[in-house]
């Protein structure tokens, strides 16, 4: 333990964890995003909330590389190499001691950023299955090889430049397969699907539903074990032998990997089948909530049913809406019971905002306005939405001025109005509030 | 002057500081953008910042002549210098300001860290904030207009005052006080 403590205060360990605490836990509680309200958040079920912890790593691989780097070149940039090398230690011995202090210090404080986020779901109830336990190994593994890559790299070319330069290789690295990995990405059609998937992180969670296969877990598993113990041989001994780690680790990947990214990942537990009341369907996942849901639906559908092209149904999905699905059953309402919309409603509130879901096209506030006029409409009064000020000011004058122009107007030229802009809404063409104005006919 | 350069490494700076704007321009093509442009600054003010002190701080301090004008012209025209590459590099599709407020701020975070972990280290801080702000996501606003100053239009006010006070806070300690021994 004594020698631990000697090299921790020898080394930038206590810094690198610091740093990756920092940076990481900033990251998820400072910012929101897909992360923080979302059905795939970080905070509700077990397997998304270690995916999200990987795919920080495109954060936080490129500093722990940076970081092991710098520590890599000690021994030469101290000018002691000569002297280390006429004590009788073996240079693994010694290696072995610094990869283990930082090591231990970039797992920790990975670990720490996981169970920061696995508190959360516990606290939130979250539905427990044993899927996330491998991709929790592949990113321990993933942290271990970027540490073991850094000793090397700052141990074979000792320049001020290797650290930097090392740090930057990793992230550009990293974020061009992780956006490889992205489907209907640019770079997905020119880097193959066996090669994203070597990356060190991974791309952002879909659905709460989701693991990664097993093959790919064990595959990214292997490769990355065994680009740990390439950097680590090579840290204790130069030998051309030490690739060998890693290139078995490739060899025993490549195959286990699937040709296309739409494999990578599976729903093994099968808890999106749809559970329904009539015409309102939910996920298994979520069939607590459809005592909650099914009579509110049921009066949304009624209520649309005046409109041309009415959808029959209501389905639940657990997608993310961030991530572009493509055109979907025109004769389905699609809900989502995490989004922070939706989530914790009940009754006319419900009703209201079912009447008001749509795809997220442009994400303008006129869009939104003109969701909640549309489900005013159907209602018969104009009712602010709970979530109004999260748009900002201009939202309630926005759906206020669109509101009267629309009722100004003779009841026949109103339903063609709604008609038209529920349509432009529902498939993302033309502008929904110019359209229920008239700026736009 | 020739040992000073070479004592800070400077045709090794230099040649880097160089190569990082060319290459990244070449790699981006068309998309270059401002993200790929506050990259290449980031990094080439970065590998320059890694001579921002010599082979002993001690001996140099022994010197017969004030450091303080020494070291304020070497961060400031190492600034200079990669605003001035990236500049000819780039086919003017991004507003000159934004570079010049990037410039300013970087080598004002490149002072800081050569102050703080001393001059092999210089590299730190501009890189790790250009590796943060390139992840920030856009919400909450007004955070992101602070963390991802780089990359905010030139109009943003709070990310003028950020680079102008990194710069007079990280040049000023560096010049006054060197890098830590």
């Known amino acids: 333990m004594s020698v631990l403590r000697t090299e921790a205060r020898r080394t930038i360990a206590p810094w690198l964890l610091f740093v990756l605490l920092a940076v990481g836990l900033g990251f998820f509680f400072l910012f929101s995003g897909p992360w923080s309200r979302d059905a795939v958040a970080w905070d509700l079920q077990w397997t998304p909330s270690v995916l999200w912890s990987r795919y920080l790593l495109s954060l936080l691989w490129p500093i722990i590389v940076c970081g092991a780097a710098l520590q890599g070149m000690r021994d030469r940039r101290s000018g002691m190499e000569e002297l280390l090398t006429t004590t009788p230690l073996p240079v693994g011995r010694r290696t072995a001691k610094v990869g283990l202090v930082m090591g231990l210090a970039a797992v920790v404080g990975y670990l720490v950023i996981v169970a920061v986020g696995l508190g959360q779901v516990i606290a939130n109830d979250g539905r427990f299955t044993f899927t996330w336990v491998l991709p929790l190994l592949v990113g321990i593994a993933s942290v271990v090889a970027g540490v073991a890559v850094g000793l090397a790299v700052g141990r074979l070319l000792p320049h001020p430049l290797t650290a930097p330069a090392a740090g930057v ?63 680590f041989l090579v840290l204790a001994a130069r030998r051309w032998s030490a690739v060998l780690p890693a290139v078995v680790g490739l060899a025993v990947a490549l195959p286990l990997f699937p040709a296309s990214a739409a494999d990578n990942f599976t729903d093994s537990t099968g808890a999106g089948k749809p559970v329904c009341d009539g015409p309102v369907c939910v996920t298994t996942l979520h069939a607590d909530w459809l005592s909650t849901v099914a009579g509110p639906g049921k009066d949304a559908l009624a209520r649309l049913a005046k409109l041309p092209s009415a959808p029959t149904h209501i389905v639940e999905t657990t997608d993310s809406e961030y991530v572009s699905h493509g055109p979907g059953d025109p004769t389905a309402l699609v809900v989502r019971r995490d989004s922070y919309l939706l989530r914790g409603t009940t009754g006319r509130t419900l009703e209201y905002e079912i009447l008001a879901s749509a795809p997220v096209c442009s994400g303008a506030v006129t869009d939104s306005a003109a969701r909640y006029v549309v489900a005013s409409w159907l209602l018969g009064d104009l009712v602010t939405p709970p979530h109004a000020d999260i748009y900002g000011p201009s939202m309630t004058t926005s759906m206020r001025d669109a509101w009267t122009k629309l009722r100004a107007l003779p009841a026949s030229e109103q339903l063609t109005r709604v008609a038209a802009a529920r349509q432009a809404q529902q498939t993302c063409s033309g502008d929904p509030y110019a359209l229920l104005t008239g700026a736009s006919r | 002057m020739t040992l000073y350069a070479r004592s800070r490494r400077l045709p090794a700076s230099l040649a880097a500081l160089v190569l990082c704007p060319v290459v990244i321009r070449v790699l981006a093509g068309a998309d270059w953008s401002v993200v790929f442009a506050s990259l290449a600054l980031g990094a080439s003010i970065a590998v320059a910042a890694t001579g921002l002190s010599g082979q002993d701080v001690d001996l140099d301090r022994t010197a017969a002549f004030g450091w303080f004008p020494r070291r304020l012209v070497h961060l400031v025209v190492l600034g200079a210098l990669a605003v001035g590459v990236l500049l ?46 390139l992840f920030a996501p856009h919400d909450p606003q007004g955070l992101y207009e602070v963390v991802a100053w780089p990359l905010q239009p030139a109009d943003v006010a709070v990310s003028w005052w950020l680079a102008g006070t990194l710069f007079l806070l990280g040049t000023g300690v560096y010049a006054v006080a060197g890098a830590r021994r």
Request: glycine share 12%.
């Open chain 1, 169 to 231: 290789v990793a992230l550009v690295v990293g974020v061009v397969l992780q956006i490889a990995g992205e489907r209907g990405s640019s770079v997905e059609q020119a880097v193959p699907n066996r090669i994203a998937l070597l990356s060190p992180t991974i791309t952002q969670p879909s659905s709460p539903l989701v693991e990664p296969v097993l093959a790919v877990s064990i595959g990214q598993l292997c490769w990355l074990l065994g680009l740990a113990a390439t950097g």
């Open chain 2, 88 to 133: 000819a590099v780039q086919a003017s599709a991004i507003p000159a300001a934004v570079i010049l407020r990037d410039g300013l701020g970087l080598v004002g975070l490149a002072g800081l860290a050569a102050f703080a972990f001393g001059g092999q280290f210089g590299w730190t801080f501009p890189l790790l904030w250009i590796v943060v702000a």
